[in-house]
């Protein structure tokens, strides 16, 4: 999973480290993956209402 996030994101995230430890940052990179694939412009990473309702 953090390799695929780093190969699909890490021109806006970053490169995350690929050490199969979840952390913060993958968790990040997953909500800001889950933005991006449904449309939300401006897409930040951040679990927030508007990102629910989009859902």
């Known amino acids: 999973m953090q390799r695929y996030l780093n190969g699909k994101y ?3 995230l970053g490169i995350l480290p690929c ?4 952390q913060r940052a993958t968790n990040t ?6 933005q991006k694939s449904i ?10 209402p508007g ?5």
């Open 39 to 48: 449309g939300i412009a401006g897409a930040n990473g951040n679990y927030s």
């Open 10 to 12: 890490s021109d806006e």
């Open 29 to 34: 990179a997953l909500i800001f993956a889950l």
């Open 51 to 55: 990102t629910i309702a989009a859902i």
């Open 19 to 22: 050490d199969g430890i979840y």
